[in-house]
């Protein structure tokens, strides 16, 4: 027999993975309790049962999705069965790759820092922390070290260009080329 606390919080994990796309797709503001129910499969009275307003919902979402985000950004920056760039450009995947072209990112954003708070600054400390880890570790470091530029420079500058990229991208394929170069520029380049 299954535990209905495991039973719970699958149920909850697949209500906040439908509500990324709803939020997406409509914003916060124009999102409704039935959108997110009718994503979920769920009813509005049911969904009410795990989150008791959409302010709630929203917060658990994001919570549940930089979790889900560092997860997947950390297990490619660990996979040994790729080059440097290829570990780091699915790492910015993981990091970056929802909302691209969804004309409601901007909205969402200051939703998050409103409702959230610093749970964004966390989260890009924690990348650039990672980010500037495996960079060291792959002797990123030493090339660039005659011209001054630290490898937490170079991950604060990947970091910045990634956000750029995201809001200005139609689409992942033109995101996953834009990043290639900007990964390509920072690993296989150091000045002479």
Known sequence: MADPTEAATARQTEILDAAIGVFLRYGFRKTSMDDLARAAGISRQGLYLHFPTKEALFKAMVTHTIGVMRADARAAFAR?????????????????????????????????????????????????????????????????????????????????????????????DEYRERMRVAVRLVCRSAPQ
């Open 80 to 172: 040994e069965d790729l080059e440097l760039e290829a570990r780091v450009l699915g790492a910015f995947e993981a990091m970056f790759s929802k909302g691209i072209g969804s004309e409601n990112l901007d909205d969402l954003i200051a939703t998050t820092s409103q409702l959230v708070g610093s749970v964004a600054c966390t989260l890009e400390d924690t990348f650039v922390a990672d980010l500037t880890r495996v960079l060291r570790a792959a002797g990123i470091a030493a090339r660039w070290k005659e011209a001054g530029i630290s490898v937490k420079d170079l991950a604060e500058h990947l970091f910045a260009t990634s956000v750029g990229i995201k809001h200005q991208a139609k689409s992942l």
